[in-house]
Nanobody, 120 residues
């Protein structure tokens, strides 16, 4: 079955950095897009960054220039490098796999989430 396992979350001071990892199994990883989303209590889950199967990257305006998404097809892993973190980046971060079409992510498989807390 399809599984996504996130790791790398934690507590960091504002201005600091974290790197999240998402390991995907049960799919032909190189043919899939993977996206990172985040969610805070009472709010909808929002797209943070996505990387398509061809390696093209997409970012939410709020993280452009600070976050970088990358993939290692040999390890079935997608990373989210988060720099210059702000308190508003505090959220549970989830990864999702599927296909990226015309600026949208389509897929049904999610990870369990990893908490990122940025203290000011």
């Amino acid at each position: 079955q399809v599984q996504l396992v996130e790791s790398g979350g934690g507590l960091v001071q504002a201005g600091g950095s974290l790197r999240l990892s998402c390991v995907v199994s049960g799919v032909i990883f190189s043919s899939k897009a993977v996206a990172w989303y985040r969610q805070t209590p009472g709010k909808q889950r929002e797209l943070v960054a996505a990387i398509a199967s061809d390696g093209s990257e997409n970012y939410a305006d709020s993280v452009k220039g600070r976050f970088t998404i990358s993939r290692d097809n040999a390890k079935n892993t997608v990373y989210l490098q988060m720099n210059s973190l702000k308190s508003e980046d505090t959220a549970v971060y989830y990864c999702k796999t599927g296909v990226w079409v015309l600026g949208r992510m389509y897929g049904d498989y999610w990870g369990q989430g990893t908490q990122v807390t940025v203290s000011s």
